[in-house]
């Protein structure tokens, strides 16, 4: 059953308009770095604005023509099914990438499916920091590489900036039960709760669709217009929802949001009606419950949103990620200062990001705690999942294993230490060389809370699945055991495997080719 948006699509067939190639920009808030290069939101605002909303508003594809997609899917066996899920963006609010349910080896193919390549927000970095005159960037706004999956209910779905749709599939036959198409790319995957699907679009709507069916149940409006402009060849709202919906108790949260200059909405709605007014009945009382759409400068939320259920953390791309109270929205400040979008948020809520800067030719992920300081970082590495107290990651050439929770612990000392060491730096030299001292014997018990260590080619993904560390490479997708770093299955893709996520029965790797392949 095939579902199309009640508001339509949008075209990309605009009489004489420009179309903007927005890549992330650098050294002035007022300069994109594009081709051709736009001066000033004013600029793209004043010469390529639309409403959406207008009878002859354009529709850039019938939905009585079937467009194959590529998504990558490899599917496991696991040992218990009965209430598998992979509900969100990598498993959960935390963004752990991790998950409790085993997988059973060794694996065949069972299904593959293909699709358009993913068309990316941000097609790259810029080429030159004119201001730092430093060239050779790295990419900080990277979060749509591929089509992330989430999976519950023996369904699984995924957003695509292809075709501008969610897409629900049976997970075990590999065939497509409904797709809902948007006005614009759909960066993130669905959230799931309660037979719904949530999810954000570029068109600058949040979106509640029945997950049996694809019927639509309710639209929000993330934006305070519904104005459009042209970036990389679509119509997207000057408000583009780049956050997925996080669900946090009976509210969806989102954020419509795209340069620093122009203000940027963070809204909680009602999970049932997408109203940020409601009545909330428990214990035999009625409760007036306010959400909030809370208005923000200088900031560009983009990214998924991460939160404990009492704070938000949304990236920003090349700043440091913000963090917010869940209740209100209010803003609380920085974390750190190292940017990116790729983030976890650890069960004692300190947050790893990364990269840690646009102007690093080199990968590196830093831990930041609660209070936003930096506490330490990982050089040459871009990913990392942590799973009841170690943590995995790719360094230097080699896949490790960590004991967190001793390094958390000695690098926090170690943060301290220093901090107390530089205050006496000048007044007091022999307890200065003391607290050095005492560095270099915690620099030594850091070294020794490795586990394991085996090469391996750089990662583009990981993730946990009880005892095994599942990693996503460039043309492969590989199982190591968690306990020793032992190889223990493989098998080869085509393409980059971005994404990953394990549930029903399946593990499914999503590639910036876009293919999904199904072992069982």
């Avoid at 959406?52 to 594809?61: E, G």
């Amino acid at each position: 059953m095939k579902k199309r948006s009640p508001s339509g699509n949008v075209s990309d067939r605009v009489a004489g308009s420009a179309t903007f190639h927005l890549t992330e920009c650098y050294s002035s808030p007022t300069v994109v770095q594009a081709a051709p290069v736009v001066v000033g939101w004013k600029l793209l605002s004043a010469s390529l604005l639309f409403d959406q909303n207008k009878d002859n508003f354009p529709i850039i594809m019938n939905h009585f023509i079937k467009k194959s997609l590529s998504v990558s899917c490899i599917g496991l066996a696991i040992t218990n099914t009965a209430f598998a899920k992979w509900p969100t963006y990598r498993a959960d609010n935390r963004r752990s990438g991790s998950t409790a349910q085993t997988i059973k080896l060794p694996l065949t193919k069972s299904w593959n499916h293909q699709g358009g390549i993913p068309q990316q927000a941000w097609t790259g970095p810029a080429k030159w920091d004119t201001y730092a005159k430093n060239a050779g960037l790295q990419s900080m706004r990277n979060f749509d590489p591929c089509y992330y999956t989430t999976i519950a209910d023996g369904k699984l779905y995924y957003g695509s900036s292809s075709d501008n749709a969610v897409h629900c599939f049976d997970i075990n036959s590999g065939k497509e039960l409904w797709t809902f198409f948007t006005n614009s790319a759909v960066r993130f995957p669905p959230s799931l709760a309660n037979n719904r699907a949530f999810f954000g679009s570029d068109d600058g709507h949040a979106y509640a669709v029945d997950t049996t069916n694809g019927n639509l149940i309710w639209k929000v409006n993330a934006a305070p217009t519904t104005q459009n402009i042209i970036n990389n060849g679509k119509l997207i709202s000057t408000h583009p929802v780049r956050t997925g919906i996080t669900l946090v108790g009976d509210q969806a949260i989102f954020a419509g949001s795209l340069l620093p200059w122009e203000d940027s909405y963070l809204h909680a709605v009602t999970q049932k009606s997408g109203k940020s007014t409601y009545v909330k009945k428990a214990h035999g009382k009625e409760e007036k419950v306010r959400g909030y759409n809370q208005a923000h400068t200088g900031v560009t939320l983009q990214g998924a949103i991460l939160t404990d259920n009492k704070h938000l953390y949304i990236p920003q791309g090349r700043a440091a990620a913000l963090k917010f109270d869940v209740k209100s929205g209010n803003t609380l400040g920085n974390m750190g200062h190292a940017g990116g979008v790729f983030c976890i948020l650890t069960e004692d809520s300190q947050l790893i990001a990364g990269p840690s800067s646009q102007k690093n030719r080199n990968d590196q992920i830093s831990l930041t705690d609660q209070k936003g300081r930096s506490i330490a970082a990982f050089n040459n590495a871009n990913r990392a999942v942590i799973y009841k107290g170690q943590a995995f990651m790719h360094i230097n050439g080699s896949l490790k294993g960590l004991d967190y929770t001793t390094y958390s612990s000695l690098s926090a000392k170690r943060a301290d230490t220093i901090v107390a060491a530089n205050k006496i730096k000048k007044t007091n030299k022999p307890k200065y060389d003391q607290l050095m001292a005492e560095v270099k014997g915690l620099d030594t018990e850091i070294k020794a809370c490795s586990m394991w260590e085996t090469p391996a080619a750089a990662i583009a993904e990981l993730i946990v699945a009880g005892d095994h560390l599942i990693c996503g490479f460039d043309g492969k997708v590989e199982i190591y055991d968690t306990k020793s770093g032992k190889s223990l299955w493989s098998a080869p893709i085509e393409g980059i495997a971005h994404g990953l996520s394990v549930s029903d029965g399946h593990l499914v790797v999503s590639t910036n080719k876009g293919e999904i392949i199904s072992f069982k």
